[in-house]
């Protein structure tokens, strides 16, 4: 795994972005000095540059369908549907690049730009599919980039790793086995035996010369009952060459969330990450401001639509406003459209349901493509929220989950999102089981946040509004 600011990535996942990048940016490159040769009008230096900003704009598109995440790039049948919808989607946002570009520069897109956008990304993408189905036999599954990961430890957490790493054959390791140690070793284990699930027993001083006879990259130190470890002979595999890391960091690390019942007061306080700054702040309330400003100029008709369907369906108001609980715990009032009846909480609060009778037609529309959010933005400018963050929850329901699941009220050290890193890796949530799983994502972004991560989790909620994912 490699983390670029603070956020985690498998090996194969770059290597498959860098090796992409590279054959679509030789291809344009060609394409673009081919056409200038037969006297095509392409921009100047025979279009490098602009093979360069298309090459860039073709990634964010495929990054922004999910087609690098792992659980996508290792199945056919989720990697055919996703190219077909970035086609279109990277040659229309290259049509507007060039247009704005010849708005403030004229002359800038000449004929033969648009023949490169449309003759080479629609010829790359052909060629996608056959890179990734030789990568998919050829490279990934033959388990190249995966690290082999020996588990000291017993009870669920050993469990929980080697469930991770069968989880849908994506994830970066495998685990060669799950070792308790014991001195001496019991009689019937004695020799070695692989027990169910891989179990080894091996003595402590056994353990080095098991990690290098398997050929271990990683020792992964999950025990879930107190029990002295092998400090020096973990040294010694350390010393060697072998990552050894605690069962909490390797879950974040693995699973991109932080796992409630593993971590403790201690390793919040001094694991990496929780960072902020004034000079972040900063940039990231002038980025709210300006994407704000853009993406309500853009929507302004279909806002001005919506409206207008809203008060011809229901009596009652266009905007619905309700109260959250945003950064440092304060109550503010979020801004929607109004997608139930007027009268949906006339016996007080609850979750929102599927096939909710209280939605109206319009309602199920605007929720389907999350129409309903665009008021957010409202909040936004006014700084009660950010485009990027925890989703924003009703007082009555953080006073209970507060009291029922720990570290709940820490997602409000940050403040609360339009979209979010929950948002895109978890479904719509209306229980108090969905809650702790959503938090676990929640407290990942807590800790590991940046600008960074902030661009990964905008593009990638185009997935989410493209494959209805998680909207109710």
Known sequence: MFRIFRHYFGFSSLFLVVFE???????LATLARLLHRHGMEIAADEGVGLAALMTLMATAGMTSVGLYNRENFVHMHQVVPRAMVVLPLVL???VMALGCA?????????????????AGLTAFFPVLIGIRELFIRGVDRCDWFK?????????????????????MAERAFTVVGIVHLATPPPPSAASGTACE??????????????CHDNRVDEVVIAPTELTALPVHHLLGCKLSGIAVTEYASFWERESGQVELEAITPGWLVFSDG?????????????????????LLLATLPLTVVTALLIRLESPGPVFYRQQRVGLDGKVFNVLKFRSMRADAEKDGPRWAAKNDSRVTRVGAVIRLVRIDEIPQVFNVLAGDMSFVGPRPERPVFVEALAGAIPYYVDRHTVKPGITGWAQINYP????????????AYDLYYVKNRSLFLDLIIMLQTVKVLLWNEGAR
Not at 102 to 118: K, R
Not at 197 to 210: C, K, N, T, Y
Not at 274 to 294: N, P, Q, T, V, W
Request: proline share 3%; charged share 25%.
């Open 21 to 27: 990048m590279t054959i679509l940016f030789g291809l």
């Open 92 to 94: 229309t946002l290259v």
């Open 102 to 118: 010849d708005l403030v520069a004229p002359g800038t897109a000449l004929p033969g730009s648009y023949v490169l956008g449309a």
């Open 147 to 167: 690290r082999r990961v020996v588990v000291v430890g017993r009870g669920h957490h050993s469990v929980h790793i080697e469930r991770l790493s069968r989880q």
């Open 197 to 210: 699930r891989h179990e080894h027993w091996v003595g402590p001083d056994q353990l080095s010369a098991f």
């Open 274 to 294: 929780f960072r902020g700054g004034r000079l972040r702040r900063a940039i990231k309330r002038g980025f709210d401001l300006l994407f704000s400003a853009l």
């Open 428 to 439: 719509y949530g209306a229980t108090e089981e969905d809650a702790r799983n959503k938090l």
